[in-house]
């Protein structure tokens, strides 16, 4: 009797156990419909990163700050954040299939230069000086968010201050797709503080060519430790900036997003990547193309 006892209580509890796992992966699988606003003036925020908080998936908003999630583990917490806001948490279990998520933009406020009139000016480039490049890397998936970076370092310890920051832009992919600038102070050699806080979205107009775009307005200055210029890809899953690939064994597999070059220029791996807002490693995935092709105009003071 007690050996029966045993075999229908362990049958119940793995029944009920099973039922469970069924149960939470359910919920866990559902699709979540979310619109992410400005919660001062009510706008979208576009393009803002939502992941989960231990960074195995990511994905944006789209332009109007919709998104959406299916089928993905989507874990005990989403995280939702935007450069220039308060990052956002909510348990998983707080989520409804319609969900609005109110971020708080945090003030902007512009870095004064303040520059003799006398001192002599001049602009350099520093970064990847190439024209053109033989190796490009990108390809994201439906669920990755990712982020590269390149130090820029300063090595003659000019004072100036950052004017242009350059992408070199591969025809191959999508070219045309938004992507966040970013600009990081350097922080023992990785990417840390934020030093462009405002959401400064921009896409290419071609690809085979180098991007340049204007941030002498924000007016931050060339730290003596240097710094790092970054890249943070944007995915949407919008269709048109989608493109497939197809791999030897005949599958096909959908990614987005542009392609920037990678070069040899350096000796030492100055380039840093990061996936889903998650830590930054230094990019060994290329050994003879260590660095992504970025590039910095540094308006200098004699």
């Known amino acids: 009797m007690y050996f029966l006892f045993f075999r229908v209580t362990l049958h119940f509890c793995g029944a009920v156990t099973l039922f469970l796992l069924l149960h939470n992966n359910t919920l866990a699988q559902k699709k979540v419909i979310g619109l992410v ?99 490009i890397t990108g390809q994201l998936a439906h669920n990755e968010i990712q982020e590269m970076a390149l130090l820029i370092p300063n090595y003659l310890q000019v004072d100036g201050y950052i004017e242009k920051v350059g992408f070199w832009i591969d025809r191959f992919g999508a070219p045309k797709t938004p992507f966040r600038v970013r600009v990081y102070k350097n922080n023992n050699g990785f990417p840390g503080e934020d030093l462009l806080i405002e959401n400064l979205i921009t896409h290419a107009k071609s690809g085979n060519r180098w991007f340049d775009i204007e941030i002498g307005k924000y007016n931050i200055p060339f730290p003596n430790e240097g710094f790092f210029i970054a890249m943070e890809w944007i995915n949407t899953k919008n269709p048109k900036y989608a493109f497939k690939v197809e791999f030897p064994n005949k599958v096909m597999k959908t990614y987005y997003g542009q392609h920037i070059g990678k070069t040899k220029e350096f000796n030492e791996y100055n380039g840093r990547i990061r996936n889903n807002n998650g830590d930054w490693k230094i990019d060994r995935k290329h050994r003879i193309f260590k660095n992504p092709m970025m590039r910095a105009q540094i308006q200098v003071y004699e």
Request: proline share 3%; with cysteine.
């Open 37 to 135: 606003l400005n919660k001062q003036n009510g706008t979208p925020v576009p393009f803002a990163v939502i992941t989960d908080e231990k960074k195995h998936w990511g994905t944006n908003s789209d332009e109007n700050g919709q998104f959406i999630i299916e089928n993905t583990s989507i874990g005990d917490t989403l995280v939702v954040a935007c450069l220039g806001y308060f990052e956002y948490k909510i348990p998983f279990s707080k989520w409804e299939e319609s969900t609005t998520v109110y971020l708080i933009e945090k003030s902007i406020k512009l870095s004064e230069v303040v520059v003799e009139n006398k001192r002599k000016k001049h602009k350099i480039w520093l970064g990847s000086l190439e024209k053109k490049t033989t190796f």
